[in-house]
């Protein structure tokens, strides 16, 4: 069974910073690559930023980009997503998925529609 739980989220202050985890079970993580995805209250879920098998090719959305990075550990199966001086704009669930690539293919995508699998989310809020 395919299983991906988020962790790290929680309530943090106006340019604060949070590490989000992404722990994968029952796939071999390095034949996929992993996205991280946002949803707030009343909006439409976001790309945020995606990592390709190998960790090299990476991804970030325009409202993120200099502030989020992306990583993964392949031997530990997790992937993070490391946010810094964060925003109230920032609020959100955030969500990883996994979008099986096989051994030939090293890109990412921040479009939902490529990914399988999904976590159940970790809420962040950012809030003074």
């Known amino acids: 069974q395919v299983q991906l739980v988020e962790s790290g989220g929680g309530l943090v202050q106006p340019g604060g910073s949070l590490r989000l985890s992404c722990a994968a079970s029952g796939i071999t993580l390095d034949n996929y690559a992993i996205g991280w995805f946002r949803q707030a209250p009343g909006k439409g879920r976001e790309g945020v930023s995606c990592v390709g098998r190998n960790g090299v090719n990476t991804y970030y959305a325009d409202s993120v980009k200099g502030r989020f990075t992306i990583s993964r550990d392949n031997f530990k199966d997790t992937v993070y997503l490391q946010m810094n001086s964060l925003k109230p704009e920032d609020t959100a669930n955030y969500y990883c998925?996994?979008?099986?690539?096989?051994?030939?293919?090293?890109?990412?995508?921040?479009?939902?529609?490529?990914?399988?699998?999904w976590g159940r989310g970790t809420q962040v809020t950012v809030s003074s």
């Open positions: 998925a996994a979008w099986y690539r096989g051994v030939r293919n090293y890109d990412c995508s921040v479009y939902g529609s490529q990914y399988t699998y």
